[in-house]
């Protein structure tokens, strides 16, 4: 008897826990599409160096993020660009409702939707 009233408690305890970690796994996630967009942002620039001109290193761009949690996307003209990641179809990440869209720009400057780059980028 004892033993099902632990057992029990640990069933209650799992129940009221396991909604809060799936919301910081993807919080956490959310590091996937920072890295991907710096990663790709330093690319840019390196190319940039080189080439002069961003439409030239378009195609060093990945189509997805590491983890492959979200789809990067860039659109470049002659001397500037922004980068967007979107989560993956089928990614635990679609399911964010805070944070769709992640964009970072020749600049720097970050952005996001439809939460804004505090909540997002955690600043």
Same mark, same amino acid.
């Given at each position: 008897?004892?033993?099902?009233?632990?057992?029990?408690?640990?069933?209650?305890?799992?129940?009221?826990? #396991?909604?809060? #970690?799936?919301? #910081?796994?993807?919080?956490?996630?959310? *590091?996937?599409?920072?890295?991907?967009?710096?990663? *790709?942002? *330093?690319?840019?620039?390196?190319?940039?160096?080189?080439?002069?001109?961003?439409?030239?290193?378009?195609?060093? &761009? =990945? %189509? &997805? *993020?590491?983890?492959?949690?979200?789809?990067?996307? &860039?659109? &470049?003209?002659?001397?500037?660009?922004?980068?967007?990641?979107? =989560? %993956?179809?089928?990614?635990?990440?679609?399911?964010?409702?805070?944070?769709?869209?992640?964009?970072?720009?020749?600049?720097?400057e970050r952005g996001s939707e439809p939460e804004g780059t505090e909540v997002c980028w955690g600043e």
């Amino acid at each position: 008897m004892e033993l099902l009233i632990v057992l029990a408690i640990v069933v209650i305890l799992v129940a009221i826990a #396991y909604p809060f #970690y799936g919301q #910081y796994q993807v919080r956490a996630d959310r *590091s996937d599409a920072h890295a991907a967009l710096l990663a *790709s942002w *330093s690319t840019l620039e390196r190319c940039f160096a080189e080439e002069l001109d961003y439409r030239a290193c378009q195609e060093r &761009v =990945p %189509a &997805v *993020s590491e983890q492959g949690l979200y789809q990067l996307e &860039v659109e &470049v003209e002659s001397s500037r660009f922004l980068l967007r990641a979107t =989560p %993956a179809p089928g990614s635990a990440q679609e399911d964010d409702e805070h944070c769709q869209v992640f964009t970072l720009d020749h600049r720097g400057e970050r952005g996001s939707e439809p939460e804004g780059t505090e909540v997002c980028w955690g600043e």
